[in-house]
């Protein structure tokens, strides 16, 4: 199982980002997927997750600012988050399963996403 996030960095309050989650090692196309990020003295908290029908499911915190979406040709989930926040500042990771879909089954390096003026 190999997981690959890619898209993070420094932006500006009210700017957005795409983060990419580039799998192999499994059926992605049977697999669900989540993110989850941890700032800087926090614990890890769940962000986002889309099931294999393509329905994603967010943190009430997100306030709808976020949109979770998976290409399975490319085998690849997308979280593109918009309107973002300092206190959006974390490591990004995804995730195979996780919650709601059940335990996580393998995580990815993460990357790092920076909201500062």
């Known amino acids: 199982v190999l997981l690959v996030e890619s898209g993070g960095g420094l932006v500006q309050p009210g700017g957005s980002l795409r983060l990419s989650c580039t799998t192999s090692g499994f059926t992605f196309s049977t697999s669900a997927i989540t993110w989850a990020r941890q700032a800087p003295g926090k614990e890890r908290e769940w962000v986002s997750g889309?099931?294999?029908?393509?329905?994603?499911h967010y943190a009430d915190f997100l306030k709808g600012r976020f949109i979770i979406s998976r290409d399975n040709a490319k085998d690849t989930v997308y979280l593109q988050m918009n309107n973002l926040e300092p206190e959006d500042t974390a490591v990004y990771f995804c995730?195979?399963?996780?919650?709601?879909?059940?335990?996580?089954?393998?995580w990815g390096q993460g990357t790092q996403v920076t909201v500062s003026s």
């Open positions: 995730a195979l399963g996780g919650f709601p879909f059940g335990d996580p089954r393998g």
């Open positions: 889309i099931s294999t029908g393509g329905v994603g």
